[in-house]
């Protein structure tokens, strides 16, 4: 294999959207792929990927299932909440309280098994510090042999961004288009890890970005980097081309919330933009987060977003099974 060649299909595993090389071609790629999603079913014929959740799903299992089949892998499913041994991560710890199994074992016990991991595993917005070290997904990585796919951590969420950066490029205009993420009510605290993928993946396209959010709501810095932040909701979906919608609780006053229903996503608002398109990830709280009348609209693009998640999936699955061959 030349330098170049084994350079692209090097990717070990996929933890963030900086495992990702070059955008443009990853979505043309999931595009392709979208076409013809069955033309790679041997790739994975006698390899098993491994999902494991520590937190419920729909989509992300479902998709990424769906994504292991069509190239023609075996697919394992375990649930820890309830079914699996409650996990140690710490070092030297005396294991007589609640934990019954150290991940350094689980990891490699686990790695006999599959060929590929994939684990969902969400801040418990209780420490900033640990949930931004990402510990189950760090150990996973550090004591695991085989490589790993992250399906939201507490901090990322990059297959539902990739997923999120095909669909954009699905229904781009031809001009450059405005992107706005803004941050919509909740009755729940949420992980900021889907508008921080969000954000990151945004950067790395050719888009003019607006972040919108009440005041103690922004995101890392280390994130957001220079994207403009509006506070005035309405001034930033001026012109809008895509509207993404997600809450987060908030990350200086960490996890803390607000019900605020002034933020809600509603048809006048959606008037302020450009025939913007309407994106989220889901789940969504209808008439919390954004109405009935635009989630229904035919500019809603919900259910292509989840449509979508199969190819990230399915992608980040294809590169991974090519570096390892
Ligand atoms: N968007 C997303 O990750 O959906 P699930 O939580 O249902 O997997």
């Not at 490699?108 to 994939?118: K, R």
């Given at each position: 294999?030349?330098?170049?060649?084994?350079?692209?299909?090097?990717?070990?595993?996929?933890?963030?959207?900086?495992?990702?090389?070059?955008?443009?071609?990853?979505?043309?790629?999931?595009?392709?792929?979208?076409?013809?999603?069955?033309?790679?079913?041997?790739?994975?014929?006698?390899?098993?990927?491994?999902?494991?959740?520590?937190?419920?799903?729909?989509?992300?299992?479902?998709?990424?299932?769906?994504?292991?089949?069509?190239?023609?892998?075996?697919?394992?499913?375990?649930?820890?909440?309830?079914?699996?041994?409650?996990?140690?991560?710490?070092?030297?710890?005396?294991?007589?309280?609640?934990?019954?199994?150290?991940?350094?074992?689980?990891?490699?016990?686990?790695?006999?098994?599959?060929?590929?991991?994939?684990?969902?595993?969400?801040?418990?917005?209780?420490?900033?510090?640990?949930?931004?070290?990402?510990?189950?997904?760090?150990?996973?990585?550090?004591?695991?042999?085989?490589?790993?796919?992250?399906?939201?951590?507490?901090?990322?969420?990059?297959?539902?961004?990739?997923?999120?950066a095909i669909t954009i490029v699905e229904h781009t205009p031809i001009h450059?288009?405005?992107?706005v993420l803004s941050w919509a009510p909740h009755p729940k605290a949420l992980?900021?890890?889907?508008?921080?993928?969000?954000?990151?993946?945004?950067?790395?396209?050719?888009?003019?970005?607006?972040?919108?959010?009440?005041?103690?709501?922004?995101?890392?810095?280390?994130?957001?980097?220079?994207?403009?932040?509006?506070?005035?909701?309405?001034?930033?979906?001026?012109?809008?081309?895509?509207?993404?919608?997600?809450?987060?609780?908030?990350?200086?006053?960490?996890?803390?919330?607000?019900?605020?229903?002034?933020?809600?996503?509603?048809?006048?608002?959606?008037?302020?933009?450009?025939?913007?398109?309407?994106?989220?990830?889901?789940?969504?709280?209808?008439?919390?987060?954004?109405?009935?009348?635009?989630?229904?609209?035919?500019?809603?693009?919900?259910?292509?977003?989840?449509?979508?998640?199969?190819?990230?999936?399915?992608?980040?699955?294809?590169k991974i099974l090519e570096a390892t061959q």
């Amino acid at each position: 294999m030349d330098t170049q060649l084994k350079k692209e299909n090097s990717m070990q595993n996929y933890f963030s959207i900086q495992d990702i090389d070059a955008l443009d071609r990853w979505v043309d790629e999931a595009i392709a792929l979208k076409k013809a999603p069955l033309q790679h079913k041997a790739l994975g014929m006698d390899k098993t990927v491994g999902l494991l959740f520590f937190n419920p799903s729909l989509r992300t299992r479902l998709s990424t299932q769906k994504a292991a089949l069509n190239l023609g892998m075996n697919v394992i499913v375990m649930n820890f909440t309830g079914e699996g041994w409650s996990l140690e991560y710490g070092d030297g710890t005396v294991m007589d309280q609640g934990t019954s199994e150290h991940v350094k074992e689980a990891a490699q016990v686990v790695s006999q098994y599959c060929d590929v991991l994939a684990i969902r595993a969400f801040a418990t917005l209780e420490n900033r510090e640990e949930d931004y070290q990402e510990q189950v997904l760090n150990s996973f990585m550090q004591y695991a042999s085989i490589p790993i796919i992250n399906m939201e951590s507490a901090t990322g969420h990059p297959l539902q961004a990739l997923t999120d950066a095909i669909t954009i490029v699905e229904h781009t205009p031809i001009h450059k288009p405005k992107i706005v993420l803004s941050w919509a009510p909740h009755p729940k605290a949420l992980p900021q890890a889907v508008a921080n993928s969000f954000a990151e993946m945004v950067q790395r396209m050719d888009a003019d970005f607006v972040i919108t959010h009440p005041v103690g709501f922004e995101l890392a810095s280390q994130i957001t980097n220079q994207v403009p932040i509006e506070y005035n909701q309405e001034k930033a979906l001026q012109d809008a081309d895509f509207v993404y919608v997600k809450n987060w609780s908030a990350y200086t006053d960490y996890g803390q919330t607000l019900q605020d229903a002034s933020w809600r996503i509603t048809a006048e608002k959606m008037a302020l933009t450009n025939g913007g398109k309407f994106m989220h990830c889901l789940p969504v709280r209808r008439n919390v987060v954004v109405d009935d009348s635009v989630i229904e609209s035919e500019n809603s693009l919900v259910i292509q977003q989840a449509n979508n998640r199969t190819y990230a999936a399915q992608l980040v699955l294809k590169k991974i099974l090519e570096a390892t061959q």
